[in-house]
């Protein structure tokens, strides 16, 4: 688990005056044990009902973008209007599922290695990470 001190270090390191509510902010999004899906708006639900704490939107919105850019968190674009932040920053694959508006970290068993047959000249492939979007079989349920 993380300390005060690495999330003051954090905030600085990314442009952000370490205050008391982008603290809390820090304490919610990086002292887990597991990896953290969420959205901007999932994000401070979750800073309201656990910590009782009223941060604003613009807040919120700002400093994980500032975490985002320096490399701390993962977008994750789920269509046009629809983005989540991970947690784990690593080159990996996820399960959109559809029903529950869920993401859901791939293991590493579960797609097997992807072979690229072209790519654009002049650039490298830096990562390739799949994101399968997953919903109820309705036909099955009948």
Known sequence: MLKNSEFIDKLRSSGLRPTKQRLKICEVLF???KT???TINDLAKIISAKLNEK???ATIYNTV???KNK???K???IN???SYFDTNITNHHHFFDEDTNQLIDCNKGDIETINIKNN???KKINSVEVLIKVASDNQNQK
Do not use: M, P
Request: zero cysteines; hydrophobic letters at 40%; a negative charge.
């Open 80 to 82: 046009s209007d629809k």
């Open 75 to 77: 977008e994750i674009s």
């Open 36 to 38: 953290f899906h969420f």
């Open 31 to 33: 002292n887990r044990d």
């Open 120 to 122: 654009i000249t002049g």
């Open 55 to 57: 941060i604003s939107l």
């Open 71 to 73: 490399g701390y968190l």
């Open 65 to 67: 973008h500032a975490f």
